[in-house]
Every structure is written in structure tokens, then in C-alpha cells.
């Protein structure tokens, strides 16, 4: 897919000031976990005590691991997100059935079907998510994945996730030429908080790798 940039999220944000930096980088969007077992899961409230703090044009990405429907709209409802993303064993149905894109995220990691395959059954998803977890695991365990082997005949926006930090990046980017780029423990001092050194440097590695 043709593109001027990289786009970049910022996942696993439990501090307001991260955020705020983020922003102030020109990060594109910010992720909020919700799945129990994270070290990065928040509740709904000191979520949206985040989310109101924001400033405008900044999305906001809800993730979310084989939840309910209740689950699903009372995090709608409290985050306003612009985006869902999906991190389990959901259906293609069950995503698309809330009314806001989302993003589908797929287990790289002793994958059984081709990519393009998935890509077909999920194909009203906005893009989808490749993370270096195995099928089954919980997502955001820092594991990266053979990023030259992303095949090219999938035709849907491709969100680069898993091991990515400020010294692979801009490797990553020019290996899988991604439409987006998505990092969590890679710009941390520790679970759940961001470092600011790292969350600059990793932004300007990918700039440098667009350019």
C-alpha cells in the first residue's frame, strides 16, 4: 500500500502524561487494554480519566480479548473509541457487529493459515494487527516475529506489533513496509510505563525510515 508515512500507536497507556506525550510526538493513535491478566489493563475509569484529558484528532483504540457483547458496548460507551481491536479468538461477526471499525489482531507465531487467508474471512476489518505471541497467548509479550516473511498479496492495511523497540524499528519498516507500526514494552522503564527517551527516539526512527 502505497503511503507518505508510517503510521504509529502507542500501546498499553495507563498514565495521563504518557499520553500526553505521546501527542505531543504526533503519535497517531493510543491503545487502552482492557483484558485481565495484563500488566497493562485498566479499569474503565482511570481509562476515561485518560481519554478526557486527550487532545482533538488523536485516536483512540480500545483492545479487548474475547469479551462479551456487554463488555464490548460498556467500553464504547464510557471510551467513545474510534477504533476496536480484537486480540482473541473472535469471529469476524462478532467484531464487525458494534458499528466502529476495528482491528483484528493475528497470533504470528507458529501461524497455521496464510495471512491473506485470514485477511479474506476478516475482510471488514479496518486492518489487521500482526503481534509475535503464538495462538492462544496474550498479546503484548514483547516477542517479535520474521517480518520478512509478510507475504505481499494481503490487501489490507498491516499494523506491525511484537518486539518492536527505538533499534529495530526502522528494520522493521523497511523489511515489511507496514502500513502502521505498534509498540508498548519497547518504549517502557517498566510495565505500564512509558519511558520519554525512548518513546521519542523510537518516533524518530520511524521518520527516518520513511525518509
Known sequence: MNQLRTRIKFCGITRAEDALAAAALGV?????????????????????????????LLSVVT?????????????IDAMQPHLLQFHGEETPD???GFGLPYVK????RG?????AEIARDYADAAALLLDGHAPGELG??????DWAAIAADVHKPLILAGGLNPHN???AIRLAHPYAVDVSSGIESKPGIKDSGKMEAFVRHVRDADT
Open 94 to 96: 462478532f467484531c464487525a
Open 169 to 171: 524499528v526502522a528494520t
Open 111 to 115: 501461524l497455521q493459515r496464510p495471512l
Open 63 to 75: 483492545l479487548l480479548r474475547n469479551p462479551d457483547s456487554d463488555e464490548v458496548w460498556e467500553t
Open 28 to 56: 497517531d493513535a493510543l491503545g487502552f487494554i482492557f483484558v485481565p491478566g495484563s500488566p497493562r489493563c485498566l479499569t474503565l475509569d482511570a481509562a476515561v480519566a485518560i481519554r478526557r484529558r486527550l487532545p482533538p
Open 140 to 145: 503484548g509479550q514483547g516477542k517479535s516475529f
Open 105 to 108: 489482531a493475528v497470533a504470528m
